[in-house]
């Protein structure tokens, strides 16, 4: 093959695989069937007691085993993030009926996973170690647990994958970013396959007060299920979560060939800079904008042909706002014929996983035709008064949809899928 015919746009990627790991299930399966329940994952916090805290409720993955995904004896050198991203990688690959790649192969094979905090509760447990016993009880695999791109890491070495190995950190964008690099990795003719997404497991005490203190967390803790309620009036902050999202992306012509199933095209990526702040969005929506725009120019559409956003939507005031205005920006009139929705309303904020996450959201809307509802939208703020789909989940003939991930520094990413039935070669 020769890579200058590849080094090129019209160069297809498509999604083959899926897997998932959230507050919501253990199974893709069981994630759509809650989001399409409008249920809600945010519950009280389990893994400490949070007594100390004002916000006492998050997202965690419960009945998680990580020996149905990683032999027992290698538990030991990883921390949760990375358990979990091996685990919705296993459930990609099967999805995708995809094996590991022979030795020849393996260079066209490659993984970009994107994390935002990594090892935090090795960090606090191996702390606890050094002040309460002595530096020798340290773990000998404490660096490996901690290091975000071990999550890369560990998939690359599990299924062989010789092409790129890239770890993505930019905070709550990290996946979709993952998965955007991605993409323009199969199109730039490096490879055929890309493993991405994003993972994140960090409800810890120190996670959790660093938050509190930022008052950026719910303190709902009488109503958990309540607590994430984007665009509403009564919102309060977000519900911290955990989880992975993986998607397996193909070279159009590579899945063909071998009779893949197609979930949807990945066709546009957008990525800016607000340049304005180290956690406040830019006041006038533009860094969001401009992301939105630059995912419909690398996909040549027109801001017509979308029909559903998977928005940002965390459940804070300026956030919820601002998304809102930056969707009017791009989108004029048709802004308001859109459907938007936030399933943060449901999964709580999955952080560095959470593009990863709602990457497959956005994927199964489209496969599935059916928009996932905004839950607790209750009482619409006046001034994010798009359609948000409140409350039930919504049939609807989708084409085309963007997912949004915005993070701390001002960093922004935008993903566009379209769906495959409409782009068949």
Request: aromatic fraction near 6%.
């Given at each position: 093959?020769?890579?200058?015919?590849?080094?090129?746009?019209?160069?297809?990627?498509?999604?083959?695989?899926?897997?998932?790991?959230?507050?919501?299930?253990?199974?893709?399966?069981?994630?759509?069937?809650?989001?399409?329940?409008?249920?809600?994952?945010?519950?009280?916090?389990?893994?400490?007691?949070?007594?100390?805290?004002?916000?006492?409720?998050?997202?965690?993955?419960?009945?998680?085993?990580?020996?149905?995904?990683?032999?027992?004896?290698?538990?030991?050198?990883?921390?949760?993030?990375?358990?979990?991203?091996?685990?919705?990688?296993?459930?990609?690959?099967?999805?995708?009926?995809?094996?590991?790649?022979?030795?020849?192969?393996?260079?066209?094979?490659?993984?970009?996973?994107?994390?935002?905090?990594?090892?935090?509760?090795?960090?606090?447990?191996?702390?606890?170690?050094?002040?309460?016993?002595?530096?020798?009880?340290?773990?000998?695999?404490?660096?490996?647990?901690?290091?975000?791109?071990?999550?890369?890491?560990?998939?690359?070495?599990?299924?062989?994958?010789?092409?790129?190995?890239?770890?993505?950190?930019?905070?709550?964008?990290?996946?979709?970013?993952?998965?955007?690099?991605?993409?323009?990795?199969?199109?730039?003719?490096?490879?055929?396959?890309?493993?991405?997404?994003?993972?994140?497991?960090?409800?810890?005490?120190?996670?959790?007060?660093?938050?509190?203190?930022?008052?950026?967390?719910?303190?709902?803790?009488?109503?958990?299920?309540?607590?994430?309620?984007?665009?509403?009036?009564?919102?309060?902050?977000f519900v911290m979560a955990e989880g992975a999202g993986i998607v397996i992306l193909e070279r159009y012509e590579h899945a063909v060939a071998r009779g893949a199933n197609i979930y949807a095209e990945l066709s546009?990526?957008?990525?800016?800079?607000?340049?304005?702040?180290?956690?406040?969005?830019?006041?006038?929506?533009?860094?969001?904008?401009?992301?939105?725009?630059?995912?419909?120019?690398?996909?040549?559409?027109?801001?017509?042909?979308?029909?559903?956003?998977?928005?940002?939507?965390?459940?804070?005031?300026?956030?919820?706002?601002?998304?809102?205005?930056?969707?009017?920006?791009?989108?004029?009139?048709?802004?308001?014929?859109?459907?938007?929705?936030?399933?943060?309303?449901?999964?709580?904020?999955?952080?560095?996983?959470?593009?990863?996450?709602?990457?497959?959201?956005?994927?199964?809307?489209?496969?599935?035709?059916?928009?996932?509802?905004?839950?607790?939208?209750?009482?619409?703020?006046?001034?994010?008064?798009?359609?948000?789909?409140?409350?039930?989940?919504?049939?609807?003939?989708?084409?085309?949809?963007?997912?949004?991930?915005?993070?701390?520094?001002?960093?922004?990413?935008?993903?566009?899928?379209?769906?495959?039935?409409?782009?068949?070669?």
């Amino acid at each position: 093959m020769n890579n200058q015919d590849l080094l090129s746009s019209d160069v297809r990627v498509v999604v083959t695989g899926l897997g998932l790991l959230t507050p919501l299930g253990l199974s893709v399966e069981e994630n759509w069937e809650a989001l399409m329940q409008g249920r809600s994952g945010v519950d009280k916090v389990s893994r400490f007691c949070p007594d100390r805290l004002p916000s006492r409720i998050c997202g965690e993955v419960k009945g998680f085993e990580p020996e149905n995904y990683v032999p027992r004896k290698e538990l030991k050198k990883m921390d949760t993030f990375i358990q979990y991203v091996l685990a919705a990688s296993q459930m990609a690959f099967d999805d995708a009926a995809l094996e590991a790649p022979d030795t020849e192969m393996a260079p066209r094979y490659g993984t970009i996973i994107g994390v935002g905090l990594g090892g935090l509760p090795a960090i606090e447990a191996n702390k606890e170690l050094l002040l309460t016993r002595e530096p020798t009880r340290i773990s000998p695999f404490f660096i490996p647990m901690l290091l975000g791109n071990l999550a890369a890491g560990q998939v690359s070495m599990r299924w062989g994958l010789k092409g790129p190995n890239i770890c993505t950190t930019t905070a709550c964008a990290s996946g979709n970013h993952a998965i955007g690099d991605a993409m323009k990795c199969i199109q730039r003719g490096l490879v055929d396959v890309m493993v991405a997404g994003g993972s994140e497991s960090c409800i810890t005490e120190l996670a959790m007060a660093g938050f509190c203190a930022m008052r950026a967390l719910s303190t709902r803790n009488d109503d958990p299920e309540s607590a994430s309620r984007p665009f509403d009036t009564d919102r309060d902050g977000f519900v911290m979560a955990e989880g992975a999202g993986i998607v397996i992306l193909e070279r159009y012509e590579h899945a063909v060939a071998r009779g893949a199933n197609i979930y949807a095209e990945l066709s546009g990526y957008g990525l800016t800079s607000d340049a304005h702040h180290i956690t406040s969005p830019d006041p006038g929506g533009d860094g969001a904008a401009r992301c939105m725009d630059m995912a419909l120019n690398d996909a040549r559409l027109e801001p017509e042909d979308v029909d559903y956003i998977n928005a940002h939507g965390t459940s804070t005031g300026t956030g919820d706002r601002l998304e809102t205005t930056a969707i009017k920006r791009t989108f004029g009139e048709h802004a308001y014929k859109l459907s938007v929705s936030s399933t943060k309303s449901m999964t709580g904020h999955l952080l560095g996983a959470a593009g990863g996450v709602e990457s497959v959201f956005t994927i199964l809307a489209l496969k599935n035709q059916c928009i996932p509802p905004t839950i607790n939208l209750d009482t619409p703020d006046p001034e994010c008064d798009l359609d948000f789909v409140p409350n039930s989940a919504r049939k609807a003939d989708i084409d085309c949809a963007i997912t949004n991930s915005f993070g701390f520094g001002g960093t922004n990413a935008s993903l566009l899928f379209q769906r495959a039935e409409n782009n068949a070669a």
